[in-house]
Nanobody
Framework: QVQLVESGGGLVQAGGSLRLSCATS????????MGWYRQALGKQRELVAR???????TYADSVKGRFTISRDNAKNTVYLQMNSLKPEDTAVYYC?????????WGQGTQVTVSS
């Protein structure tokens, strides 16, 4: 059974930092692309960052230079380091992985950035 469990969200002031973690189980973690998405209230879910099995990364333009995605294959965990946070980064952040045509999501973790 595939499980993705996010942690690390919270309330932070603008300009601050947070690190999100997504611990996985039930998959051969090192083989798969992992991603972080976010959904703000009243908006569609959007890709924030993605890292593939070869550690190539993709970022949304809105977070380039501020967020860094990384993975630790020994710990089956993907991270999202978020620096210079802005109020517009406020959203529920979800961990994601596509495996053999099926999408798997975590339960989400709330990130709130106050101005």
């Amino acid at each position: 059974q595939v499980q993705l469990v996010e942690s690390g969200g919270g309330l932070v002031q603008a300009g601050g930092s947070l690190r999100l973690s997504c611990a996985t189980s039930g998959i051969i973690f090192s083989l798969y692309t992992m991603g972080w998405y976010r959904q703000a209230l009243g908006k569609q879910r959007e890709l924030v960052a993605r890292i593939d099995s070869g550690r190539s990364t993709t970022y949304a333009d809105s977070v380039k230079g501020r967020f860094t995605i990384s993975r630790d294959n020994a710990k089956n965990t993907v991270y999202l380091q978020m620096n210079s946070l802005k109020p517009e980064d406020t959203a529920v952040y979800y961990c994601y992985t596509p495996i053999r045509g099926k999408d798997y999501w975590g339960q989400g973790t709330q990130v709130t950035v106050s101005s």
